[in-house]
């Protein structure tokens, strides 16, 4: 048997709501686009985008149009080796809105394992409480 | 002028797909949430987890649900202080995901910060290229 620890645990009210985890970055795809555009002030081109971040084109050109709608890529047309191209660019406003969540990425990883040194968890019945 | 770089990027296909970023742990709220309990083998009643996370009733409810279904938390119900309670426990593979997915975070973060250290954005036109 295991008991419920009653004490108010010590925790402040919101400590877990990480308000600065931007909803933009935060989905896989836009998180991988937006960690390979970071490193290339010049751009990358949507077929490579498209192979490193593993999207069919019509998903990229989604996540694409809402990290434009952001403002935090430029979107470029151009012809190269007689094909019409998209070139994808990072914005200045872009690469420190990312590094800001990535910071608070930073705190969220330190904060669980932290927190994963608790015990191990006791399995069985908790005294008081019946399984849903 | 700023010339596009035509060399294909060393990269490896999918490198930044991020194949194990679990899509049940990859929610603003439910990163708080298992946060929140991934330290409490004993775990936490609803109204504490609300206050951490900052979150309503209802969406609390509705997270808690998702989690509860993959098997990542128990939910136990009891009558504390007069009052029916609902108490949430972190399961023993919630916690062994939890933490594989928090080491996925981990190398985002590190390929983030490697490839933020490339120069600083030129702006102006990338040459050959038309914005949208």
Redesign the interface.
Known sequence: M?????S??E?A??????EG?E?VF???AR??????L????????FS?LK?????TDGNLSRHLQVL?EAGYI???????RNRPQT?C????LG?RK??EY?AV??S??A?????????????GV?E?????
Chains 1, 2 share one sequence.
Do not use: N
């Open positions: 295991v008991t419920h620890d009653k108010k645990p925790e009210s919101g400590r877990f709501a990480y985890l909803r935060h989905e896989k998180l991988g686009i937006m960690t390979s970071v490193s290339r002030p010049k751009g990358l081109v490579d192979e490193f971040c593993q999207l434009y430029e979107i470029w047309k151009g012809v190269h070139l660019r990072i914005t200045p690469k990312f590094l990535i990425l930073e969220v990883v904060d669980a394992l932290a927190a994963a040194k608790a015990p191990a968890q006791r399995t908790v008081g409480w019946t399984p849903v």
